[in-house]
């Protein structure tokens, strides 16, 4: 799909995701407080393969669950965005509205 959408504010960049973060990523899937509610942490692996699939539903729908960051301050704090639910619940279809961010950016005015 053309035309991919990016949204930018004062405050965050929520853009394409970028090869280089995969590694912070990892970091923050690694984290037993951001993973909380999750029935467990990912491994660098586990989560590499969750941000390809990130990437081809962007691909796919132009828009999705966004790698965000904090433009002149980090260059990548999590994902914040929309995805779309495949499994069947019973109020589907669905678009869930998800964020994963390192804890040291919860809580930030």
């Not at 590499?48 to 965000?68: D, K, S, V």
């Amino acid at each position: 799909m053309s035309g991919l959408i990016e949204i930018k504010t004062n405050r965050l960049f929520l853009r394409q995701w970028r090869l280089n973060d995969f590694q912070f990523f990892s970091k923050i899937n690694a984290s037993k407080v951001v993973m909380k509610y999750f029935t467990n942490t990912l491994t660098q692996a586990q989560g590499n393969q969750l941000a390809i699939t990130i990437q081809q539903r962007i691909l796919e729908n132009g828009w999705g669950l966004w790698a965000a960051e904090i433009p002149n301050v980090c260059e990548f704090i999590g994902f914040v965005g929309l995805n779309r639910l495949t499994y069947p619940l019973p109020f589907s279809p669905c678009v869930e509205i998800g964020w994963r961010l390192d804890e040291k950016y919860w809580g930030k005015d």
